[in-house]
């Protein structure tokens, strides 16, 4: 059980619970150090519980009301901790180098080694990730602008938590293999420095839509976020936002990770469909 919320001793509980109840989220009431704490049988539910704390089905009282933002918040976390996890881990490491500027700290980060002379030089090869195997997914982790980061985060919400409310072991194995697929393409392309979390967003795309055709629909992605993606990563492809003045893009790291959600989306769809008959 999950500890959700904490209320003081006098404050009525009863329309909370009915409820919750009523939407099938099990539940208990503990007494415990002169407060009414609630606690939940399953953390999936968490979101759905503070929705109905916050929203008005059950009025409990403004103290509940006041402290929404912080109230979803936690939910959040608590249902979706590696979306966050991932987040704020970008977050972070976009402060410390500020976005990409310090390179003697990306420099730890980046899928090529950096060699600090006079000037810098990236070390080509692939024979470093022998020695130092985290350069294949690290790169996911780095921005190089608020704009990137920015865009990058509200998608990876987004999509993350859409998977991970299903299961944060496929989140897991989603971000690893769709960001070293990513990764690996856009190394294999040039040598070059790199980042962000955009590859593996399209890879999450890919798999939802391959499995929710595939099989029995469970992440209802609309139509028009799936076309909106496809036609940035064409016009990507076409080197258009470089001519109009957006930068260089990481368009084989879009279309690794693509790929490889297609991929693991198809296979697993196959297993789903397998195991349902």
Same mark, same amino acid.
């Not at 195997?133 to 608020?146: D, E, K, Q, T």
């Not at 399209?202 to 976020?225: E, F, K, N, T, V």
């Given at each position: 059980?999950?500890? $959700?919320?904490?209320?003081?001793?006098?404050?009525?509980?009863? #329309?909370?619970?009915?409820?919750?109840?009523?939407?099938?989220?099990?539940?208990?009431?503990?007494?415990?150090?002169? %407060?009414?704490? *609630?606690?939940?049988?399953?953390?999936?539910?968490? %979101?759905?519980?503070?929705?109905?704390? =916050?929203?008005?089905?059950?009025? /409990?009282?403004?103290?509940?009301?006041?402290?929404?933002?912080?109230? #979803?918040?936690?939910?959040?976390?608590?249902?979706?901790?590696?979306?966050?996890?991932? /987040?704020?881990?970008?977050?972070?490491?976009?402060?410390?180098?500020?976005?990409?500027?310090?390179?003697?700290?990306?420099?730890?980060?980046?899928?090529?080694?950096?060699?600090?002379?006079?000037?810098?030089?990236?070390?080509?090869?692939?024979?470093?990730?022998?020695?130092?195997?985290?350069?294949?997914?690290?790169?996911? &982790?780095?921005?190089?602008?608020?704009?990137?980061?920015?865009?990058?985060?509200?998608?990876?919400?987004?999509?993350?938590?859409?998977?991970?409310?299903?299961?944060?072991?496929?989140?897991?194995?989603?971000?690893?293999? =769709?960001?070293?697929?990513?990764?690996?393409?856009?190394?294999?392309?040039?040598?070059?420095?790199?980042?962000?979390?955009?590859?593996?967003?399209?890879?999450?795309?890919?798999?939802?839509?391959?499995?929710? #055709?595939?099989?029995?629909?469970?992440?209802?992605?609309?139509?028009?976020?799936?076309?909106?993606?496809?036609?940035? $990563?064409?016009?990507? &492809?076409?080197?258009?936002?470089?001519?109009?003045?957006?930068?260089?893009?990481?368009?084989?790291?879009? *279309?690794?990770?693509? /790929?490889?959600?297609?991929?693991?989306?198809?296979?697993?769809?196959?297993?789903?469909?397998?195991?349902?008959?």
């Amino acid at each position: 059980m999950i500890h $959700l919320l904490s209320f003081a001793a006098d404050v009525d509980l009863l #329309r909370l619970t009915q409820s919750l109840w009523q939407h099938k989220i099990p539940h208990r009431v503990r007494q415990l150090n002169g %407060e009414q704490q *609630l606690w939940l049988q399953d953390a999936s539910q968490a %979101e759905a519980a503070l929705a109905l704390c =916050t929203s008005g089905v059950s009025p /409990l009282v403004e103290d509940v009301a006041a402290v929404g933002p912080l109230i #979803r918040v936690k939910g959040w976390v608590l249902t979706s901790p590696l979306t966050a996890l991932v /987040l704020i881990l970008s977050l972070v490491i976009a402060l410390m180098t500020q976005f990409g500027e310090l390179l003697t700290l990306l420099a730890s980060l980046t899928f090529y080694p950096m060699l600090f002379d006079t000037q810098v030089y990236l070390v080509t090869g692939f024979d470093h990730l022998w020695q130092q195997p985290w350069r294949l997914i690290s790169p996911v &982790l780095l921005h190089f602008g608020w704009l990137h980061l920015v865009f990058n985060g509200l998608w990876w919400v987004d999509l993350g938590r859409r998977i991970e409310l299903q299961s944060t072991w496929l989140l897991w194995v989603l971000l690893l293999s =769709t960001g070293v697929a990513g990764n690996l393409a856009q190394a294999w392309q040039a040598a070059s420095l790199f980042g962000g979390l955009s590859g593996v967003i399209y890879g999450l795309l890919g798999y939802m839509w391959i499995i929710d #055709r595939l099989s029995a629909p469970r992440y209802h992605l609309p139509q028009s976020i799936l076309v909106f993606m496809l036609l940035w $990563l064409l016009l990507g &492809l076409s080197n258009l936002w470089s001519v109009v003045g957006f930068g260089a893009m990481a368009n084989m790291a879009h *279309l690794g990770g693509l /790929l490889a959600g297609v991929v693991i989306g198809f296979w697993h769809s196959v297993w789903i469909n397998k195991t349902a008959k």
